[in-house]
């Protein structure tokens, strides 16, 4: 195959140890043409005991978690409490360009005399990618996490949730996803140097800084103003800037702050002929302080769902973008799969799964390369179908009755 | 060892919030990242909050929100709208490995210097434009900011508690890590290829699609299974229970899971809750999960006269995952991790004095210098020093533009 086919990341071979934290790590240089390997144990990587599953059925090739994240790899189970198993690790990372330990605990990794020195005494050109909660150093180096608790010891949560309420996470381990793309960046970093001057290294990935790095402008408003900001979800933050309901869902409005879109907005408003509009008009819209006092936020909702409870988000949005207003609707994942933007753009794809016959739909890449595109080569691989030892107990699915 | 961008050159038109960060990683690593930006046509980050001490002093260059997107970049100012702005442009270009831009789609061919007119002068240029929604498609041109993107991409859906309105992260969440980050990886791979076959090449990257990618497995669910997976809180299927749980103090709250009955017995004793440990209501993780409200009111019960800090810490010594929800006060001045780590640097800004910056969130073992080693440009700051040293202009070439309102 040519680069074209394959991405700007043809003959890279990638090793990982597959964990939460950087398990879209391969994805990424998969889908850019990157050989990635996942090198499993016994019984499985944990994520193929991890809802969803296909047809709600739990087993081994049918976790959709897994088949979505894996897409694109390779699986070889090896035992590494095993001296065979060692033997043979020894020999892949020998021939590999870039190990990435996913697990969350390299130092079980050290224990077996696979830490990062020995690694590179087998292959000096290694780029090891470690990922894990806290980074390999400091006094939480060996502390336990979970996607909640990094979310909560980076701060992104305390921005999360509901003003006069909990604080609550973002869907879908975010703070595990946030290590991944950052150790993404921080690998390519390393392979192009080691490209150039044949010399690997550690990249040391932490995903709780991972986490501090979407602070979007906490830190600097508690370094320069000594203000702490806090989560204020549940309520618009003023008239015209936050979520609002219309008749099968929700919409996210823009009209203030950022957007300066409140004219647009009005005049919209005005000719669907919007009782109370006009009043929108008035002076007093333009001081801040009252559009974001309880009684402008409360004035605005009621002209403004006077309107948006008769219509669908779809009929919002396309109104809004008649109108060149910042308005979104809140969509599903069926609204998704649905959009005719994404459509249009070729985004999701169909990738064949062996293991169950079955042709899933999913996200493809979020970039078009021009020259080398890269696509998503195969479905997830079953345990072990690319070699490695007999398979031993497989992952068990968790709980039945847990959340997907 | 150097950083590992030294020699790479990027002439950056990223503005607001999803694309500095992208160039932002490059330059920490050594990249030449030349802002083109103009006084003319702002990026109004330059003038929204937080300021140095709370005052913008009508300056363009006190903006904290705009600072932390754009350590170790040069500012060069060129009025794009003036009718030689394309033919300087190009000449930056020419000597340019990438170029990136997140304006509207088909602006940057509007200005004169799209992709063909940057190839025509650099055949092997890495060219970067990531709209909110790509480069085509019905609504390419649909206007957005990170939180439209947020409702737009299924974050917010799946995000908070199912019988309350979504709530996503509270923030503009795409732009801070998936546009970017994704970005920034997309040009990394397309430097690889060249370095390997001397091509370039234009990237067209949606930053609504680096959202959505990030939430498979719920798009799977719904396009293998039919199910909307919807908002969950803060429940996990591997662990029970799972919540945030109110401490002692103004808004303080601890986040913890238990993954198994080991950890289980281990939270009953550090709560001091043996009545917990023998209640047969929650003996399997499988009773856990199914009365996981019972459940939180009864941890609840027993951590709101505690300290969220000291109950971490008792947590995290039996082994059970654990962390006192941190603001932003706290991560600045009271964190002992990130501390060692050197997560957060002060550099001197002209303006601004000493101020705080995010140190990139991994380390390269090799790198032997500092990776912040500038603060934010103030607007213009490199103009004659680019001009100079980039194109070998003279002082009175330099005068000359300047006047004409040129580099403006």
Redesign the interface.
Known sequence: MT?ATT???AGIDVLELPGPYAE?TGK?FAD?GARVTLVEPPAGAAARG???F???RAGPERS??F???NAGKRSVVLDLDDPDGVTRFRELVAEADVLLDGTGHPRLMADRELGPAQLRSLNPRLVHTVVTP??T?????D????????????????????AD????????D?AC???A??????T??????A???G?G??????????V??????????????G????????TPRQAAVG?Y?CSD????L?AKG??V?WPQLVGWLEEEGVEGASGLREDKWQDDTFAAGEEGKAEFQAVFERFSMQQTKEELYRQA?AH??????????????AN???A??G??VDVHHEATG?T????G????????PGRTQSGAPRLGEHGGGSLAEPVEA??????? | MTLPLRGVRVVDFTWLGAGPYTTRAMADHGADVIRVESGKRLDRLRILPPFRDGKRLDSLNRSGYFADRNTNKRSVTVNLKHPEAPAIILRLIETADVVTSNFAPGTMAKLGVGYDEARAVRPDVIYLEMGMQGGYGPDANVVGYGQTVSALTGLYHLSGLPDQVPVGTGTNYPDHVPAPMHATFAILAALRHRRRTGEGQHIDLSQAETMVGLLGPAMVDATANGHDTMRQGNLAHDAAPQGVYRCSGDDRWLALSVLDDDQWRALCEVLGAEELAGDARFSSMRDRHARHEELDAEITARTTARDAVELMHELQRRGVPAGAMKDYRDLLENDPQLRHRGHFVVLDHPEMGPSAYNAPPFRLSSIDEPVLRAPAPLLGQHTREVLTEVLGLSGSEIDAMTTDELLA
């Not at chain 1, 501090?212 to 103003?225: G, K, R, S, W």
């Not at chain 1, 203000?227 to 549940?234: D, E, Q």
């Open positions: 680069a991405g700007p990341l879209y990424l850019l991890r809802p969803p296909l047809d709600d959709l978690w088949g979505y994240f806290f980074g150093d400091g006094p939480y180096a502390w336990e996490a979970t996607d909640l608790v990094l979310m909560a010891l980076g701060g992104l949560l305390s921005l999360g949730g509901y309420g909990q604080p609550t996470r973002a869907y879908g975010q996803l946030a290590a793309q950052f150790a993404a960046i921080g390519m970093l390393a392979v192009l140097e490209e150039e001057t010399a290294q550690l990249v040391d990935v932490s995903a709780q800084e991972s501090v790095m979407a602070h979007e402008n906490a830190v600097p408003y508690y370094d320069l103003e203000v702490v900001r806090t989560r204020n979800g549940g979520v309901p869902g929700h919409v996210y823009l950022l957007g879109f973008k060149r207003l910042p308005l979104c609707p809140v969509y599903t994942p069926a609204d998704l799969v005719p933007q994404l249009a753009r985004y999701f079955r899933l739909r999913m996200p890449l979020p970039y078009q390369l021009s020259a080398t968790t709980t039945a009755g847990a959340p997907r």
